[in-house]
Structures are given as C-alpha cells and as structure tokens.
C-alpha cells in the first residue's frame, strides 16, 4: 500500500507558497490573508452655496395699454400687430374734423377777447386823468378799471380753451406711450372709441429687459434670515439662472433685484423679482421657468464625495472611515443636500477623519485595510482575484 506522506508534504509546500506569494504582492494578516488597498479622502470643510430651485413667472419690464382719451370715429390703423413700435410712434387715426373746428372756434374766440381787452384798456386809460380832473365821476373810471381787468381775464381764458382744443386734436392721433412689442388691435377702422371705454385699443410691451417673479415659501425665507442673523450663513450672490419648461438652460444670467415686504394669504409665499437681459426675444411673458440662484453660503460644510455614501434598508446613510490601527469603522452620517459631486454632511463626521471611498465592495466593519490616498492607484480586491486564479 503506496505511502501518504509525499502527499502531506506536497500539500504542504503548496500551501507555503501561496502564503509567499500573497505576501509578496501585498501585506497579510495573521492568518495569511491579504490587506486589502482602499482609497481614501481626508474629511475637510469648504464654503459652500445654498442653491435654490424656484418656480417663477416671467412678467414684461414694462406694459402700457394703449387708450382713446378723446371720442370719435378711428379712421386708420398705422400699426403691424406684433411689431416693434417706439414711443411717440402714431398708431391709431381719430377723425379730426370735429377738433379741428373747435380749435377754429377758439381761436376766433381768442382773438375776440384780445380786442374787447384792448378797448378796456384803452378807456381806462382815457379815464383815469379826466377821473383826476374830476371832469368825470370817480366811479365811472373805476368802472372802466374793472372792466379792462375782466377784459383781460377772458383773454386768459380763451387762451385756456384754444390749448385745450389743440390737446385734444394732437389726441386724434394716439401714439405708442412706451416702446415695445405691440399686440393685436382690438378696435378696427369704423369702430367708435372713447375716452371712458373700459377696454385698450391694444397694448404695448417692453420685454428687453424682462422680470423674472420667484415665489418662495415664507417659512423657507424665514429660516434663511434666521440663519443668516445667527452666522450659520453668510449672504450669497444675487445672480441667478433660468431653466426653461423644456429642460434647457437660458444663456444670459440675471439679477435677483428685491424681494416684497407681503405674504400672499392664499399660497403663503413671498414674491421675489430677478432682472434678466432678453435681446433676443427668447422669453416672454407667462412662461413658466426654474429659477436657480445661491441665496447663501454655508462657511464650513463637510463635503464627502458620493460614491463613499451608502444606505441601509430605512434609508440612513452611514460611511466606512479609516479607525484605529487602520481597521474600518462603519459610522451612521446625516446628509443634507449634494453640491456638485459631493454629500454636504451636518453631522457624524469631524474634520481630519479619513472616509474611504474606493474598495467598498466586500468591505466590512472591523476589517484591517491599508488606506491610500484616494488619488494613488490603487489594486482594489487583489486577494480575493489571486485566489480565484490559483482555484
């Protein structure tokens, strides 16, 4: 019967040189098992932005309704609806015949008074030495007085009523009150305008530059100033960035300009009011779009890249970190937001903590390993790919 002890010997060398090996490509534990490498990066603190996402309503810089202020026939259009038309541009023709007279008419009446005035005058002027000679009653010239002064009030008011019929002739040709884009005529040549009519004749709008209406919740706004008072935060820009309704980002940044001192009862928000440059006519009012601005800026937030992140089953968030004598911990986290590529971290973690963020895949906790900086190359899961070729 052959001997089994070549055997054992033989099992023996074998095993002695898969330990030589493992120790060769990496350091070992006690029971010759491989060290695993992991990654790592040292937890630091950084300033960083409070980002807000917010619903807003574009709303045009600046919209005048055009209006008749006098009554008559219009007569033309002078407009195309949904061009570009500027201030003191005619747009609408009003007859005229009408005001035209009445300007005639004030303007006889004028030149009526000036006489009347000038004969007045004259008299009182005849007057007053035979009133000093006493050839004359002293109240016949102080008769002739008053009248030449009432003489020259109606010159006052006639010349009152012939501007007046001149403004209202010049209003027979309505003009563009503001520049802007012009919408549709909603009074067409025959129709009879008035001054007192509750509807526009069409309106005008200036949407270069535009405003930009955010709505933020009150107790939202209320806790930012709250941390703002108490140095948690410090301000942050003003400028702000636009997303449109179908996902794209708008090319020109704004401008966030105030905010209202009101809440509104009904949605219990406060209304903020940022300024955007629209040369090109891309918004227009009533879109809807996401307003992206950094209200604030938290000065020493903990930043741990994402991939170091996991969850358990409730959905708490825990981290593997580098302990004493290089053994991993398992530590619970609390995660407020992500900037950039990175978890804001507010509690769990201190600065100076080492977080490790490659070789998570079989890591467990109170498992040796041998940290490398996370930049370094790194031979993740070495050991357990040896081990399944000597197999």
Request: aromatic share 4%; proline share 6%.
């Given at each position: 019967?052959p001997?089994k ?18 120790c ?20 630091a603190?950084?300033?960083v ?32 609806e ?17 005001y035209r007279?009445?300007?005639a ?8 008074a ?18 000093k ?42 003009a563009?009150?503001?520049?802007g ?11 009879l ?13 200036r ?10 919740s ?27 309704e179908?996902?794209?980002d ?9 905010s ?5 009862e009904?949605t ?45 089953f ?14 991993a911990?398992?530590?619970k ?35 040796a ?23």
């Open positions: 019967m001997s002890r070549p055997t054992r010997l033989t099992g023996a060398l074998c095993a002695m040189l898969l330990t030589l090996g493992a060769a490509n990496g350091d070992a534990d006690k029971g010759g098992r491989q060290i695993p490498e992991v990654g790592y990066v040292t937890v603190t950084a300033a932005p409070i980002t807000s996402e917010l619903g807003g309503r574009t709303v045009a810089f600046e919209t005048s309704e055009v209006r008749p202020q006098v009554t008559g026939l219009i007569r033309k259009r002078l407009f195309t949904g061009g570009y038309v500027r201030a003191g541009q005619p747009l609408f023709q009003i007859d005229a015949s009408l007279a009445a300007v008419e004030a303007e006889a009446n004028l030149a009526s000036k006489a009347s005035a000038a004969g007045a005058e004259e008299k009182a002027k005849r007057y007053e030495p035979l009133a000679m006493q050839a004359i009653a002293e109240q016949d010239y102080t008769d002739a007085l008053a009248a030449a002064r009432v003489a020259r009030a109606a010159v006052a008011q006639n010349a009152a009523a012939l501007e007046t019929a001149r403004i209202n002739l010049r209003y027979t040709t309505i563009a009150p503001i520049s884009r012009i919408g549709r005529s909603l009074a067409t040549p025959g129709a305008v008035s001054a007192t009519q509750a509807d526009p004749l069409a309106v005008v709008q949407l270069d530059p535009i405003y930009v209406d955010i709505q933020q009150a107790s939202e706004l209320t806790a930012l100033r709250r941390s703002l008072a108490n140095g948690s935060t410090q301000p942050g820009s003003t400028a702000v960035r636009l997303r449109l179908d996902g794209s708008y090319a020109l940044p704004g401008a966030v300009e105030f209202e001192v009101t809440v509104n009904a219990g928000t406060v209304t903020l009011r940022a300024r955007f440059p629209n040369p090109d006519g891309v918004l227009l009012p009533g879109m809807f779009v996401t307003a992206l601005f950094e209200q604030a800026v938290e000065p020493d937030a903990m930043l741990v890249p994402q991939p170091a992140v996991q969850r358990d409730d959905g708490s968030a825990f981290v593997y970190v580098v302990g004493k004598d290089n053994k911990q398992r530590r986290i609390v995660t407020e937001r992500t900037a950039g590529a990175n978890w804001v971290v507010s509690s769990g973690l201190k600065p100076g903590e080492r977080v490790i963020t490659q070789g998570l895949g079989n890591l467990r906790s109170g498992a390993v041998k940290p490398v900086p996370a930049a370094s190359a790194q031979k993740v899961g070495v050991a357990g790919g040896e081990a399944a070729k000597d197999e």
